[in-house]
């Protein structure tokens, strides 16, 4: 049976559809709007950090491609070609043994500083861009967000006061080490990840721990919780601190091997501050530590043993400690790269990228009184604790001073030769001095915020006046010569397939490693012979920097180095034939803005023949 009674016209549905979507749209902007409104403070520090970062890097920004580090412009080469490797896992092209470069035999990328997270990660904007805009962006998203990470966890984990955690993070993200090491070094600076793994290990404690606390009562440690072990916090803890472990080594394992050192030292010195809470604790906290490395080493596993034992691996270190050792007398020295340093001071250190030490004796003065200030805490006697050890293991294995070796052993000396240590460089240990030294400051600065008296102007004056003469100076940035349009206009596709070997001459060194600006310029679509890159070919299989020369390798960096034109006969022709077949290569290449490029141009005619012009290049077919 049907009703005859009227009804009511229909509804629009798009009408009705389209005020859904402006109410969600609404309510989402009102959402964000008072997010921001709540975390404005945060916000604020976050812009301040990201501002400094740019203006400190900004001699790159005006052309990515065509500046570069003044200071270091080996390093930015070789690590613009690592981002150009790391890209291509967008494009389903990566292996941990990557056959574009040092060909034929390849390069392990686990056992070079290769920041592979970051590459890729960043694959979309090296791909779209090119690898000297990702390198730009990243040399200053590090100094930027390791700032802000350290300022969080002073203000939401330590409960510091947000003056306090601004002063702090500052220190972390642009004190001396950090800037001198944004001098190329893109794997020790991208340190915004250690922060969240200090969180995370603290976490793990506080859920470790059954005994229940208050606020009141705690000591940058403890926070309030119940009585009981937290058995689910224990677990996300430890498979949150797993995964950021993870992550650092795909990003920078000397960063995470210091990180792991100092947080040794001062687990041990708050255990036996605390023996009650070592004692409670323990059990569970060892626990969660041992979930943690088991979930870390299923995915880590292979990777690990790749780098050591695998194709290209190398086990040990390659630089001698007794160089890259902190001279005792630059502790106290400003860096040449703050504000108020001097150029004088730069021998005191192997080079611009390693001023690691260099806080200056205003910052150390504060820090001493920081300490005292901040009274007979836990946290304090860890941290310094932990400065001292790392402070004396810089030193290396005998102590420095003023550029002179005094034949005092270090405590270096007791490490040296142990795996995995021996391959770190001791003046880097002076880099965990940062965020040691900026916690001492802001326990010391938030407690003079919560007196009344004069100490609450005077303390946080200290603080900023000792931080004044280390404020960095922008870095020294410089022009570099333009790519060849044989690379740049994809020339090189006429004389080499994709993922084949071309030969730039000359070929890439460690000292001179430009030809492999051309491989990062092309997304590393084509192999290179030799190059820059650490490898198997020292004495006995040791760990050293590049490869052996063929000789005809060897033959054209002397034409290029010197000008000569030498004698070619039947033996170098054949050579030169061998070589190119033990390259697998496809292709020579020499462009015209190569050194010395008509003797060079006619050594390889009698190698190899005429020479075939294309574009801005001459080409051998071989």
């Known amino acids: 049976m049907s009703s005859a009674a009227p009804t009511a016209p229909d509804a629009a549905p798009e009408q009705a559809f389209r005020r859904s979507d402006q109410i969600n749209?609404?309510?989402?902007?009102?959402?964000?709007?008072?997010?921001?409104?709540?975390?404005r403070a945060d916000l604020l520090v976050a812009l301040i950090c990201t501002v400094l970062a740019g203006w400190l890097t900004h001699g790159l920004w005006p052309d990515p491609g065509g500046r570069v580090m003044a200071l270091n412009p080996e390093d930015q080469a070789l690590y613009e070609w690592f981002l150009a490797v790391d890209a291509r896992a967008l494009l389903g092209?990566?292996?941990?043994?990557?056959?574009?470069?040092?060909?034929?035999?390849?390069?392990?990328?686990?056992?070079?500083?290769?920041?592979?997270?970051?590459g890729i990660v960043c694959a979309p904007i090296t791909l779209l861009l090119g690898a000297p805009v990702t390198f730009a962006l990243l040399a200053a998203a590090?100094?930027?967000?390791?700032?802000?990470?350290?300022?969080?966890?002073?203000?939401?984990?330590?409960?510091?006061?947000?003056?306090?955690?601004?002063?702090?993070?500052?220190?972390?993200?642009?004190?001396?080490?950090?800037?001198?090491?944004?001098?190329?070094?893109?794997?020790?600076?991208?340190q915004w990840l250690v922060p969240v793994i200090v969180w995370l290990v603290i976490r793990l404690l506080r859920a470790s721990d059954p005994k229940p606390t208050?606020?009141?009562?705690?000591?940058?440690?403890?926070?309030?919780?119940?009585?009981?072990?937290?058995?689910?916090?224990?677990?996300?803890?430890?498979?949150?601190?797993?995964?950021?472990?993870?992550?650092?080594?795909?990003?920078?394992?000397?960063v995470l091997f210091l990180a792991a050192v100092t947080l040794l030292v001062m687990a041990v010195s708050y255990a036996m501050a605390d023996r009650d809470l070592a004692r409670r604790a323990l059990p569970a906290f060892a626990g969660g530590l041992a979930i943690a490395a088991g979930l870390a080493l299923l995915v880590l596993g292979y990777p690990l043993w790749f780098q050591f034992a695998g194709p290209q691996g190398v086990a040990d270190g390659m630089f001698s400690p007794d160089y890259?050792?902190?001279?005792?007398?630059?502790?106290?020295?400003?860096?040449?790269?703050?504000?108020?340093?001097s150029d004088e001071s730069a021998r005191l250190t192997t080079g611009p990228a390693e001023y690691n030490t260099f806080l200056g004796w205003p910052l150390l003065l504060v820090a001493v009184a920081s300490a005292i200030w901040a009274g007979r805490r836990r946290l304090v006697l860890a941290?310094?604790?932990a400065a001292l050890a790392m402070g004396a293991l810089s030193l290396g294995p005998e102590v420095v001073l003023g550029g002179t070796r005094t034949a005092l052993p270090g405590p270096y000396a007791l490490l040296a030769g142990l795996p995995v240590v021996d391959g770190a460089l001791p003046m880097r240990f002076g880099l965990a001095l940062l965020p040691i030294v900026a916690t001492l400051l802001v326990l010391a600065v938030d407690r003079a915020l919560q007196s009344t008296g004069r100490a609450r102007r005077l303390v946080p004056l200290a603080v900023v006046a000792a931080l004044l003469p280390i404020f960095p100076a922008p870095l020294p940035t410089a022009e570099r010569p333009a790519l060849p349009e044989f690379i740049t206009g994809g020339h090189w596709r006429q004389c080499v397939r994709p993922g084949g070997v071309l030969v730039p001459v000359p070929l890439p060194t460690p000292k001179e490693p430009w030809p492999m600006?051309?491989?990062?310029?092309?997304?590393?679509?084509?192999?290179?012979?030799?190059?820059?890159?650490?490898?198997?070919?020292?004495?006995?299989?040791?760990?050293?920097?590049?490869?052996?020369?063929?000789?005809?390798?060897?033959?054209?960096?002397?034409?290029?180095?010197?000008?000569?034109?030498?004698?070619?006969?039947?033996?170098?022709r054949r050579q030169a034939a061998r070589d190119a077949d033990f390259w697998g290569a496809s292709c020579v290449a020499l462009a015209d803005d190569a050194p010395h490029v008509e003797s060079l141009r006619a050594t390889l005619e009698q190698l190899y023949g005429p020479a075939t012009r294309i574009a801005d290049a001459w080409t051998w077919r071989v």
């Open 214 to 254: 208050s606020p009141a009562t705690h000591s940058g440690i403890d926070g309030a919780r119940p009585a009981g072990l937290d058995r689910r916090r224990i677990f996300s803890s430890a498979a949150g601190l797993a995964a950021a472990v993870t992550a650092q080594v795909f990003i920078g394992e000397e």
């Open 383 to 385: 941290c310094v604790a």
């Open 324 to 341: 890259f050792s902190a001279d005792l007398s630059s502790w106290w020295t400003v860096s040449p790269l703050s504000v108020a340093g």
């Open 93 to 118: 092209d990566f292996s941990l043994l990557t056959d574009r470069l040092n060909a034929p035999d390849g390069v392990n990328m686990m056992a070079n500083t290769t920041v592979i997270a970051l």
């Open 142 to 190: 590090n100094l930027a967000g390791t700032a802000v990470a350290w300022y969080l966890l002073f203000h939401r984990t330590l409960h510091a006061r947000r003056l306090a955690a601004a002063l702090g993070g500052g220190l972390c993200g642009f004190g001396p080490g950090m800037i001198s090491q944004t001098n190329s070094h893109l794997h020790m600076t991208a």
């Open 25 to 39: 749209r609404l309510a989402w902007a009102v959402r964000l709007l008072s997010a921001v409104h709540r975390h």
């Open 517 to 572: 600006r051309w491989a990062a310029a092309a997304d590393a679509g084509f192999g290179l012979p030799e190059g820059f890159f650490i490898g198997p070919y020292g004495r006995g299989g040791t760990a050293a920097m590049g490869t052996f020369k063929q000789p005809t390798s060897a033959l054209l960096a002397d034409v290029a180095r010197r000008g000569d034109q030498p004698p070619i006969g039947d033996e170098q």
